[in-house]
């Protein structure tokens, strides 16, 4: 690495490239050139490069009316930085060759017969010939600078397009590696989870025919009912993985919503004390569903780890916010053994009801229970 890599890169301040600084100072400068060469001059010759001077404040919007107005003070009184500045913004803002070359040769023509004409002007002597490149060289060079100007500016609006067209593809490419993703995970969601599901509702339709316990029945029809519910979830879970949402004519499976809770309590076997008073408008659907997937989770966080505790469901509207509480008291006895978890159920919530602009706690309790709060706020309609 070299010592300019080391260094911090210094940018100009702002204010030393603002436009209106970058269309006032050729004007000033012009001013000055003509303050210096006019000194000795007469009024109308100072009005003439003052006038090429002002003229400057045009020559991004009318270059061609801005050189033209430049070519009287630079006849009578060589003043050069005006009439090169309107040169170089006729080739910057007017590229084609029509238009510059005309121009070209016309500061060129007012620079070498000056104003008053010299006797020997046609004379094919080294001074004519000095005065003619000299001519030459101050058209030129504007003008090919203003040319180079114009196709830097071409050539850094084609990059950045060509940088865009690049970002946007490395953004499709990265979609269409997520989708590919997506699939993968969707079939092997689908092999793993369906087979052993439909294997769960197999055997609790066969337990549900060959039994003669009514509460074994009873628990064996619920098993069997909740395994077909978890299959019909899967399949439009994998649908929506897969983007293609199922079938075009198939439509999707109802959303949960906050009608669905008491069954929901009463399936899970525990037992819930329930208060539910989400108000007498219906929220948003979105709102809805955040509730019962809370209300889901929590309900099966407490069989895994607290079956046996008496649980509190609380679903009440607060103002323009919809409360959800879930707590579970201390268990009388510990199970011996729980179903595994990751806990990635809670984490899932709360990124649910951030999303929605609300907010989900959860935690355990004073008394040795365990509490889920969540806040979702939303308009009713």
Not at 344 to 355: M, P, S, Y
Request: proline share 8%.
């Amino acid at each position: 690495m070299t010592t300019a890599d080391q260094l911090p890169s210094r940018r100009l301040p702002a204010w030393c490239t603002a436009p209106w600084l970058m269309l006032l100072l050729p004007v000033l400068y012009g001013l000055l050139d003509a303050a210096l060469v006019a000194r000795e001059a007469a009024w109308w010759q100072v009005a003439l490069s003052t006038l090429a001077a002002v003229a400057l404040f045009w020559r991004r919007r009318f270059p061609v009316v801005a050189l033209l107005l430049t070519m009287p003070g630079s006849w009578v009184d060589e003043i050069w930085l005006a009439p090169i500045t309107a040169v170089y913004s006729v080739a910057a803002e007017r590229p084609r060759p029509r238009v510059v070359i005309p121009c070209g040769v016309l500061f060129a023509l007012v620079e070498f017969f000056h104003w008053p004409l010299p006797q020997d002007v046609l004379d094919l002597s080294r001074a004519t010939a000095l005065d003619a490149i000299q001519a030459v060289m101050l058209a030129a060079g504007p003008a090919a600078t203003g040319l180079l100007a114009r196709t830097r500016r071409e050539l850094a609006a084609r990059l950045d397009e060509l940088t865009r067209g690049q970002e946007r593809e490395s953004r499709l490419l990265a979609e269409r590696v997520l989708i590919s993703e997506r699939g993968r995970l969707a079939r092997e969601m689908h092999d793993v989870v369906s087979h052993q599901v439909s294997l769960i509702s197999i055997q609790a339709g066969a337990l549900q025919v060959s039994s003669a316990d009514p509460a074994a029945v009873t628990a064996a029809r619920t098993i069997r009912e909740l395994s077909v519910r978890t299959l019909d979830e899967l399949r439009q879970m994998v649908g929506v993985l897969r983007g293609t949402g199922g079938l075009p004519d198939a439509p999707l499976a109802p959303q949960p919503r906050l009608a669905d809770l008491p069954r929901l309590i009463e399936q899970s076997g525990l037992a819930a004390d329930t208060e539910l008073v989400p108000g007498d408008r219906p929220w948003p659907e979105a709102v809805e569903r955040a509730a019962y997937r809370t209300v889901q989770e929590a309900l099966t966080n407490i069989t895994k780890y607290a079956p046996e505790a008496a649980v509190h469901v609380r679903v009440r509207a607060k103002g323009r916010r919809l409360r959800v509480e879930v707590r579970n008291e201390a268990p009388p006895v510990r199970p011996a053994e729980t179903l595994p978890g990751g806990g990635h159920g809670l984490v899932g919530l709360r990124e649910r009801a951030q999303l929605l602009g609300g907010t989900l706690t959860a935690g355990p309790t004073q008394d040795g229970g365990f509490e889920v709060r969540a806040e979702l706020p939303a308009s009713r309609g």
